[in-house]
């Protein structure tokens, strides 16, 4: 995830010679914090999942899937996130049309203003799982708090228990002796999610290391307070030698089934957020994936693009995930699989950190902060990402052609290029339903300047749907700016590790000084939701 380094004040409109207006921050006011970091490089894990009767330390079991489709008297103790150092810049500056602005990677801070920042939280379940606004069926469990009506505060959520092989069924309560006795296969009796629905939606993926009840019960805090869609990301192989989490490889795509199988039972919508790397992509890296580097040609590794995508959607659907949205790529602000990586996730100096088969529209690295040497490599432009992009897309349709397919850039104060992105991804004939930005208040500007760049945005390609992909803070004018889009063209937002929304003990979660306002919007919006 890009973090902040100075703010240009240029713009062109060719994307070649970008003038960015910063990268996606992180943490404290207009930044973002991805807590743990890269897992397994600066962070330490315990805990996860357990099966039956046991204590589990070190991940989920059975590949993200919980034993038996339940968690029953084991405990999951010690689980400690501890985030890297971040950095929360004011923008970012160009030298030569290009980005120099910071970058997080692996727990570090790359170059860019702003301090570090940590976070620390500890979980502990003792085999509950959660009623989403029910109670708890058999063996004495209790859901204490409820659910509140639209607008309501809630005090808390405390999930109950269950019993083996049980399953969540619609409204809440837990069947005893249900069917499904694996997350991964559970099938859920939820309506299907509106498409016209606006998303009041979270990137919750950094609590995939908790316990499976403790996720279940956070779900059911969230929609209690007015939100209804979540979003994951997902790495190509976060094991890998340059991966987010070369211990217990979170965030896999087994990883993603499992958690987004909570969030349909809860009756979400879901978002995927489809990396393209092994490890954090956005601006300043975007990493081609160790198993994809011996590709020679561009048809190649499309290919394989178009062979990921469709077996992750394939594995998400076949295990109760299916996703409404997609995302093709993270801050693809300057194209996809473009860098060759380190073990940190970041790239190599100089021309070794580029792939010579890539989707690059400019070249840039926060390892050198400027661009290669000078004819040291080769520009994969437009018809390549055009390429990569069009089979990330057909992987999706060919396995679910309704899914909507979103693009997602950094520009959320950065008319000029957004609008060139759009234009020329339509010119290569890429099928995408939503557009969709990074909005960190410093980072890219002020509210007024989303409203400004949506409502353009908005105004020229009237098909499109737009959302915030991701944002931290200044949580209602960010909703407030996509939810104003005439002709409903606004469809949501997605507030990024919001950690600060809640408080934990347990499977207890209670509402932080900001929930609110979601209560808030919940009732202000309530005719699209």
């Given at each position: 995830?890009?973090?902040?380094?100075?703010?240009?004040a240029l713009?062109t409109?060719?994307?070649?010679?970008?003038?960015?207006?910063?990268g996606a921050?992180s943490?404290?006011a207009?930044?973002?914090?991805?807590?743990?970091?890269?897992?397994?490089?600066?962070?330490?894990?315990?805990?996860?999942?357990?099966?039956?009767?046991?204590?589990?330390t070190?991940?989920?079991?059975?590949?993200?899937a919980?034993?038996?489709g339940?968690?029953?008297?084991g405990?999951a103790?010690?689980v400690?996130?501890?985030?890297?150092?971040t950095a929360?810049?004011?923008?970012?500056?160009?030298?030569?049309?290009?980005?120099?602005?910071?970058e997080?990677?692996?727990g570090?801070t790359?170059p860019?203003?702003?301090?570090?920042t940590g976070?620390t939280?500890g979980?502990?379940?003792?085999?509950?799982?959660?009623g989403?606004?029910?109670?708890?069926?058999?063996?004495?469990?209790?859901?204490t708090?409820?659910?509140?009506?639209?607008?309501?505060?809630?005090?808390?959520?405390?999930?109950g228990?269950?019993?083996?092989?049980?399953?969540?069924a619609a409204?809440?309560?837990?069947?005893s002796?249900?069917?499904?006795?694996?997350?991964?296969?559970t099938?859920?009796?939820?309506?299907p999610?509106?498409?016209?629905?606006?998303?009041?939606?979270?990137?919750?993926?950094g609590?995939?290391?908790?316990?499976?009840a403790?996720?279940?019960?956070?779900?059911?805090?969230?929609?209690?307070?007015?939100?209804n869609?979540v979003?994951?990301r997902?790495f190509?192989?976060?094991?890998?030698?340059?991966?987010?989490?070369?211990?217990?490889g979170?965030?896999?795509?087994a990883?993603?089934?499992?958690?987004?199988?909570?969030?349909?039972?809860?009756?979400?919508g879901?978002?995927?957020?489809?990396h393209?790397s092994?490890n954090?992509a956005?601006?300043g890296?975007?990493?081609?994936?160790?198993?994809?580097?011996?590709?020679r040609t561009?048809?190649?590794?499309?290919?394989?693009?178009?062979g990921?995508t469709?077996?992750?959607?394939?594995?998400l659907?076949?295990?109760?995930?299916r996703?409404?949205?997609?995302q093709i790529g993270?801050?693809e602000?300057p194209?996809?699989?473009?860098h060759i990586c380190d073990?940190g996730g970041?790239?190599?100096?100089?021309?070794?950190?580029?792939?010579?088969?890539n989707g690059?529209i400019?070249?840039?690295?926060?390892?050198?902060?400027?661009?290669?040497?000078?004819?040291?490599?080769?520009?994969?432009?437009?018809?390549?990402?055009?390429?990569?992009?069009n089979?990330a897309?057909?992987g999706?349709?060919?396995?679910?052609?309704?899914?909507k397919i979103?693009l997602?850039?950094?520009?959320?104060?950065d008319?000029a290029s957004?609008?060139?992105?759009?234009?020329?991804a339509?010119a290569?004939?890429v099928?995408f339903?939503?557009?969709?930005?990074s909005?960190?208040?410093?980072?890219?500007?002020?509210?007024s300047?989303?409203q400004s760049?949506?409502n353009?945005l908005?105004?020229?390609f009237p098909?499109l749907?737009?959302?915030?992909?991701?944002?931290s803070?200044?949580?209602?004018?960010?909703?407030d700016?996509?939810y104003g889009?005439p002709?409903?063209e606004?469809?949501?937002?997605?507030?990024?590790?919001?950690?600060?929304?809640w408080?934990?003990?347990g499977t207890?979660?209670s509402p932080?000084t900001?929930?609110?306002i979601y209560d808030?919007?919940?009732?202000?919006?309530?005719?699209?939701?």
């Amino acid at each position: 995830m890009a973090l902040g380094g100075l703010r240009a004040a240029l713009a062109t409109t060719a994307f070649v010679a970008l003038i960015a207006c910063g990268g996606a921050s992180s943490s404290g006011a207009g930044g973002k914090l991805d807590q743990g970091g890269s897992v397994g490089v600066g962070a330490t894990t315990s805990g996860g999942a357990t099966a039956r009767g046991g204590a589990a330390t070190g991940g989920v079991a059975s590949g993200g899937a919980v034993a038996g489709g339940t968690v029953a008297g084991g405990a999951a103790t010690g689980v400690v996130l501890t985030g890297g150092a971040t950095a929360a810049g004011p923008g970012g500056a160009l030298a030569g049309g290009v980005l120099t602005g910071g970058e997080r990677a692996g727990g570090a801070t790359a170059p860019g203003a702003g301090g570090a920042t940590g976070a620390t939280a500890g979980a502990a379940a003792s085999g509950a799982s959660s009623g989403i606004g029910g109670s708890v069926g058999t063996d004495g469990g209790t859901n204490t708090g409820g659910v509140s009506p639209a607008g309501g505060a809630m005090t808390s959520i405390t999930a109950g228990s269950t019993n083996a092989g049980g399953r969540q069924a619609a409204g809440g309560s837990v069947a005893s002796g249900g069917t499904s006795g694996n997350l991964s296969s559970t099938t859920s009796n939820c309506p299907p999610v509106n498409p016209d629905l606006y998303a009041i939606g979270a990137d919750i993926t950094g609590q995939e290391t908790l316990p499976a009840a403790t996720r279940a019960a956070l779900l059911a805090f969230l929609k209690s307070h007015g939100f209804n869609y979540v979003r994951l990301r997902t790495f190509v192989d976060p094991m890998a030698a340059d991966g987010y989490d070369q211990v217990n490889g979170y965030d896999d795509i087994a990883h993603t089934v499992a958690f987004g199988a909570q969030v349909k039972e809860a009756c979400l919508g879901l978002s995927i957020d489809f990396h393209y790397s092994d490890n954090w992509a956005d601006p300043g890296k975007q990493c081609v994936p160790v198993a994809w580097q011996s590709y020679r040609t561009i048809t190649d590794l499309a290919q394989a693009v178009y062979g990921y995508t469709k077996d992750s959607v394939t594995q998400l659907i076949a295990g109760g995930a299916r996703p409404d949205m997609v995302q093709i790529g993270n801050e693809e602000t300057p194209g996809i699989l473009i860098h060759i990586c380190d073990s940190g996730g970041l790239p190599l100096a100089g021309a070794a950190g580029y792939d010579q088969v890539n989707g690059a529209i400019y070249l840039w690295s926060v390892t050198d902060n400027s661009a290669p040497p000078a004819n040291s490599v080769t520009l994969g432009g437009w018809t390549n990402l055009g390429k990569l992009l069009n089979s990330a897309a057909q992987g999706v349709k060919d396995v679910d052609a309704s899914i909507k397919i979103a693009l997602h850039l950094d520009r959320g104060n950065d008319l000029a290029s957004s609008r060139s992105y759009i234009q020329n991804a339509q010119a290569q004939g890429v099928p995408f339903d939503v557009f969709g930005e990074s909005c960190y208040v410093g980072t890219q500007g002020q509210p007024s300047d989303w409203q400004s760049t949506f409502n353009s945005l908005a105004s020229s390609f009237p098909k499109l749907g737009f959302m915030i992909a991701e944002y931290s803070g200044d949580e209602r004018a960010a909703n407030d700016v996509i939810y104003g889009l005439p002709n409903d063209e606004g469809l949501g937002t997605f507030n990024w590790n919001p950690t600060t929304l809640w408080t934990e003990s347990g499977t207890t979660f209670s509402p932080g000084t900001d929930m609110p306002i979601y209560d808030q919007m919940a009732l202000d919006y309530a005719s699209r939701l």
